[in-house]
């Protein structure tokens, strides 16, 4: 599956449910999301995946989840998110609210940080993140190494940089936990 836009584009929600993504590719397999529109000379960000207006704090939320369902063959792979805009919910640079732009994890809904079994295979590239209190989450247990996820490939992406106090990233830029070299 290969999502581009067509013209300048917006995926967006106003409010969604603690442990929830906008977009939630759990066991998915070879899906690419380039935000960058064909009919436009150069590489640009023209498609924006985020959260819009409203007051909610939105704990625990995500713009996109990443997940393993179950069993290790249920991993997520193959899947690919470049030259988009992540706009995260936080309505100002003081709420502390946990959300993220991405976190790659397990598919549970009801608490987004369970540790994954053996994603692999993702590539966040090129792609600009704002208003979220985490930028890009990564959480495998290190406890079963065959179980750790690999080939996370997380790579020349803008995280919070704006210039606009409310914009900014809140806590971390990437917070990667469980990664394995053997893998």
Request: glycine letters at 10%; one cysteine or more; proline letters at 3%.
């Amino acid at each position: 599956v290969k999502i581009i836009p067509q013209g300048v584009r917006t995926i967006g929600l106003i409010n969604l449910n603690a442990n929830r993504g906008i977009l939630e590719l759990f066991g998915a397999r070879n899906v690419e999301i380039d935000g960058d529109d064909p009919a436009v000379s150069g590489v640009d960000r023209s498609l924006t995946i985020g959260f819009y207006g409203g007051t909610a704090s939105f704990n625990n939320t995500a713009v996109i989840r990443i997940g393993s369902v179950v069993t290790p063959s249920d991993s997520a792979a193959n899947i690919t998110i470049k030259n988009c805009k992540i706009e995260g919910p936080r309505p100002s640079s003081t709420n502390t609210s946990v959300n993220y732009g991405i976190i790659i994890a397990s598919n549970s809904i009801t608490n987004q940080l369970t540790y994954g079994i053996r994603n692999r295979d993702i590539l966040i590239e090129n792609n600009s993140f704002i208003r979220c209190y985490n930028g890009i989450g990564s959480y495998s247990s290190s406890a079963i190494p065959a179980n750790a996820f690999s080939n996370i490939r997380i790579r020349n992406n803008q995280i919070g940089i704006t210039g606009t106090a409310n914009d900014f990233v809140g806590s971390m830029g990437i917070d990667c936990e469980g990664a394995s070299t053997t893998a």
